[in-house]
């Protein structure tokens, strides 16, 4: 028998127009005798001239941030749906962690968890409590008037979009930007990462000399960070400045485990098939090769939010994230609300994702009864 959660995805549902949709409702209906609440739900919708796929409340991303939006939206009974992506933005369903191996600063894990498992723990909390979770990309979003317009991979072309929803909580993350290194698919997550905080105090990086390239204020700080750790660390700047701000750059120029080297580029990694030992590091000035001992590359050359979908659309700060109100989840436009690393360019760490993944569903759900009440 077709279950209500299979009723939902009836294969011809946002291909036709609203008044045969009825139909092919009714059509369903009779053909796998659907309960009757599952037809007046969608009769409701036809009446109400709203496409197959409406919702209330919709979550594109499935980071830390999606999935405690979900939690909270599904506990307060607001059915929300999850579109957790198809590699979108590069990565799998769960988002960034589950490219890493142990997350050791996760709370309520005292011996670590593995990132893939937690969240796969993340999204079973979700589907418990009643997300529906799709595995599809959202490709294209008009949000120029409620109920915002979603249009799924594959149907960008189609006028019609294949959901809409009043409310959508946008989390769509982020990546850190990577040089590509020759020998760096060998040795990423084997002695290259691009997280000092989330990496940095792992056994193979200990009393041992590290690198870090780039030469902002995320450098400056990961590489007084890993001091604590490295015997040294050494910070490749591709020009003959800092970026970093001025108290940022004199904490780094002065500290005593620290060297800084100007103009110069990591050109290749070198390993011994496991673990990364060596980089091949270029002056930009004289093109003279030489070799850095190193058995840690961590990159620091800033990060790529995922806001392709809504640029032009909201407001953006000049690197491209959604900037919200402070203290909140609330955006340039109201009814869409921003969490996780696709908002926050600071800290970036799956828990205060996961943190304004709740603050955007407690705003989503005080703005949709506000708005209900309003109607
Ligand atoms: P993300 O985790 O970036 O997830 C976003 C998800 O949304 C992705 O699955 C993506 O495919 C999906 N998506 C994007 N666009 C769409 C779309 N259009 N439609 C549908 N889905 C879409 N933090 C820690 O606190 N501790 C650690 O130990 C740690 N280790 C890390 C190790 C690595 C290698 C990396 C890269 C990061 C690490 N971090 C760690 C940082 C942490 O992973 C991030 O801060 C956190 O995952 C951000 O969560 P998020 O929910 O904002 O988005
Ligand atoms: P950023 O300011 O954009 O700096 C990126 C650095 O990486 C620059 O030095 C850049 O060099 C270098 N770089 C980029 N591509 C490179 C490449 N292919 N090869 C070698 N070097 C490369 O990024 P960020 O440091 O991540 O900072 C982002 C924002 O967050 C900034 O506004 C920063 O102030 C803020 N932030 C603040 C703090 C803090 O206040 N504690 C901490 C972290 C970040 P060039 O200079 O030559 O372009």
């Known amino acids: 028998m077709i279950t209500l959660e299979?009723?939902?995805?009836?294969?011809?549902?946002?291909?036709?127009?609203?008044?045969?949709?009825?139909?092919?409702?009714?059509?369903?209906?009779?053909?796998?005798?659907?309960p009757s609440t599952t037809r007046r739900t969608f009769h409701t919708l036809s009446a109400l001239n709203m496409p197959a796929n409406h919702r209330k409340v919709t979550i594109i991303g499935s980071g830390p941030a999606g999935h405690t939006a979900a939690i909270y939206l599904a506990r307060a009974n607001l059915e929300p749906t999850m579109f957790e992506g198809m590699m979108a933005n590069g990565f799998a369903p769960g988002g960034q962690l589950t490219t890493t191996t142990d997350v050791e600063n996760?709370?309520?894990?005292?011996?670590?968890?593995?990132?893939?498992?937690?969240?796969?723990?993340?999204?079973?909390?979700s589907e418990r409590f009643g997300t529906e979770i799709i595995t599809e990309t959202i490709s294209k979003v008009d949000l120029s008037s409620r109920p915002f317009k979603l249009w799924r991979e594959g149907n960008e072309?189609?006028?019609e979009p294949t959901d809409t929803s009043d409310a959508l909580v946008f989390s769509t993350g982020a990546s850190a930007?990577?040089?590509?290194?020759?020998?760096?698919?060998?040795?990423?997550?084997?002695?290259?990462?691009?997280?000092?905080?989330?990496?940095?105090?792992?056994?193979?990086?200990?009393?041992?000399?590290?690198?870090?390239?780039?030469?902002?204020?995320?450098?400056?700080?990961?590489?007084?960070?890993?001091?604590?750790?490295?015997?040294?660390?050494?910070?490749?700047v591709r020009r003959d400045q800092l970026r970093a701000s001025k108290v940022m750059a004199d904490r780094l120029?002065?500290?005593?485990?620290?060297?800084?080297?100007?103009?110069?580029?990591?050109?290749?990694?070198?390993g011994d098939g496991s673990l990364l030992n060596a980089l091949t590091i270029k002056s930009t000035i004289s093109g003279e090769e030489t070799k850095l001992d190193v058995n840690g590359l961590f990159y620091a050359i800033g990060h790529e939010p995922a806001t392709a979908l809504v640029k032009g659309q909201i407001e953006l700060d000049n690197e491209g994230y959604i900037l919200t109100q402070p203290g909140s989840s609330l955006t340039s436009i109201e009814g869409f609300f921003a969490a996780g690393d696709v908002q926050d360019k600071r800290y970036r760490q799956a828990i205060t994702s996961a943190g304004s993944g709740c603050m955007a569903a407690l705003d989503a759900e005080r703005w949709l009864s506000e708005h209900e009440a309003t109607e």
């Open 6 to 34: 299979q009723s939902t995805h009836l294969p011809c549902e946002y291909k036709y127009p609203v008044h045969s949709y009825s139909f092919v409702i009714s059509m369903y209906s009779r053909l796998f005798r659907l």
């Open 253 to 270: 120029l002065k500290h005593p485990k620290v060297t800084v080297l100007f103009n110069t580029q990591a050109t290749s990694t070198h």
């Open 106 to 125: 996760f709370p309520g894990f005292p011996e670590g968890v593995l990132g893939g498992e937690l969240m796969d723990k993340l999204r079973a909390q």
């Open 157 to 159: 072309e189609e006028s």
């Open 177 to 236: 930007k990577r040089m590509f290194l020759p020998g760096e698919d060998k040795y990423w997550q084997n002695g290259i990462s691009a997280c000092a905080v989330c990496d940095g105090a792992v056994p193979i990086f200990r009393k041992k000399p590290l690198a870090v390239i780039g030469g902002g204020d995320s450098a400056a700080e990961e590489a007084i960070y890993l001091t604590k750790y490295a015997s040294h660390v050494y910070v490749l």
